[in-house]
């Protein structure tokens, strides 16, 4: 009888263990967010509408990277853009991350540039919430940014 049940649950216990391992593997992979000399990001902005200043983002900005100990420098490998839009007299938000990755395919090297994290939030209604959202994705971006490189 003790038999017959193992025999029983044995395909079913084979499968949970496929699939946890399946998921441990996964879970290993890179975010994209992994870049050399990580303490420092380029933040590019770009803020279309005209009653909107574009130095309250660049002080919340740089207030939460420097928290964080990221410093703002020029690269070309690692960009942060910012962009504000309007429409329908509300506001857009993007902030997107932005890397050149390499990669070898048959001992040759390649460099791709990307996207490889981003979020958006729309229909914001006044400045404050606007300022609100920015500094919610920049903190939100630095908490990942910051795992995925161990800072």
């Known amino acids: 009888m003790t038999n017959y049940t193992i025999q029983r649950w044995l395909p079913l216990l084979f499968l949970v263990s496929l699939i946890l391992q399946t998921s441990l593997v996964m879970a290993k992979t890179g975010t994209g967010l992994e870049i050399d000399n990580p303490q420092q990001v380029y ?3 770009t803020v279309e509408p005209d009653g ?10 740089d207030n939460q990277l420097s928290q964080a100990n990221i410093q703002q420098s020029p690269r070309d490998d690692a960009q942060l853009f910012l962009r504000v839009e309007e429409h329908a007299g509300e506001y857009l938000l993007y902030l997107d991350f932005n890397r050149t990755m390499q990669y070898s395919v048959d001992g040759k090297s390649y460099n791709k540039d990307g996207f490889v994290w981003g979020r958006y939030v729309k229909d914001i209604a006044d400045i404050d919430e ?3 959202d920015v500094e919610f994705l920049i903190n939100e971006f630095i908490e990942e940014y910051s795992k995925a490189n161990k800072l």
Request: glycine share 6%; proline share 0%.
């Open 43 to 45: 933040v590019v902005y």
């Open 52 to 61: 909107v200043d574009q130095g309250e983002f660049e002080a919340i900005i």
């Open 130 to 132: 606007l300022n609100e």
